[in-house]
Structures are given as structure tokens and as C-alpha cells.
């Protein structure tokens, strides 16, 4: 009995500690620009859900939007949906969409002004991405890619892909061969 004591506080240890369960995904609440509240359950049936967190005045999220733009146009129809993030209390509806016209974005955008999301997923960084699968099981974070190797430090040829092979492995249903990396880019201030 004591055997089975142990393990069940440290499976509720980790439920409770970890900050993240599927349930909270689907249940959390966030405006779009125009204001209206959309729960990310609305994204329930894809196979994969990709969560980037952005600053409209991050030049790494500026750089970024034109490689997640075509990440989203490639894999909407395979169904991995991306959903750009812009959070933090300094957050302003009217940069966020100024931000989606001028990098002309085809994705959802929403807004967490209360780092919930942010908070749930351990976000530090814009732009910074959690891949979920169709269970909301983290199997991806971090980089976007390569490009970036440091603060403002952009390397002339990408490499490595890791976003992209994340979503690949999420729709054979594997776990991807790297499940973490380090985002480089604006630090999200909660």
C-alpha cells in the first residue's frame, strides 16, 4: 500500500506541478483583435495545433511571419492548425493589427493580455512555439528554426527546420526526434 501511495502523489505531483494538462488547453479563453473570445477548443479536432507566441514589435516575430504564414498555408490542409499568440499586459489590439496587415498573416491571431496561455505553456520568448498533438500533448518546443543563434543574430542560411519536422513527425504520429530546443528572439514580460 505504501508502494501505491508514492506513486499516486507523484502522478498527482506532476499533474499538479507540471502546469499543463489537455483540458486546460481546450478550456482557455482569448480575445482576437476585434475583441471577440474564442476558446482553443475550437481547434479540438486537429491533428496538431502549433501555439507561437508573438510581439508585434519583436524584430524575430517580424522575420518569422513570412515562414509561418507558409507553415500555415502547407499544413491548414492537413490539419495542424497555427495560432499566433501575442501576449503580455503591454499588448495593444490596435499594434496586433497592425502587426497582421502589414505582415499580411493568414493564421488566427489572439491575444493572452493575462499570460494564461502563456503561463499554462511556460512561455518565455517571442517567437517561441508549443506544438500540441490531437491529445494537447506538448511534443514540441522552442524555435521556430536555426536562423537565429543568438539575440538579433541571424546566421544567412537555415538549416535546421525544427518547427516543420515537428509537424511532420505529429502527423505520422511520432513523437518528433527533437522535442526542445531554445527560442531565440524578445523576452515575454509577465
Known sequence: MTGFRIILIWVMSFVLFSGF????????????????????????????TAVVFLLADCPASQYYSLTLNQLSQKYISKKIQLIGVFAGKYTKATEVAKFVKDYKINFPVLTDKEM???????ATTAPEVFLLDKNANVVYSGRIDDTYYAPG??????????????????????????????????????
Open 21 to 48: 494538462v489537455a483540458d486546460d488547453f481546450y478550456s482557455v479563453q482569448l480575445k482576437d483583435v476585434k475583441g471577440v473570445y474564442h476558446k482553443l477548443n475550437e481547434y479540438k479536432g486537429s491533428e496538431g
Open 153 to 190: 543574430r541571424k546566421k544567412s542560411n537555415t538549416a535546421v527546420h525544427d518547427l516543420q519536422n515537428a509537424m511532420e513527425a505529429c502527423l505520422k504520429g511520432k513523437t518528433p526526434s527533437v522535442s526542445k530546443t531554445k527560442a531565440i528572439g524578445c523576452i515575454l514580460e509577465y
Open 116 to 122: 494564461i496561455l502563456a503561463g499554462k505553456l511556460k
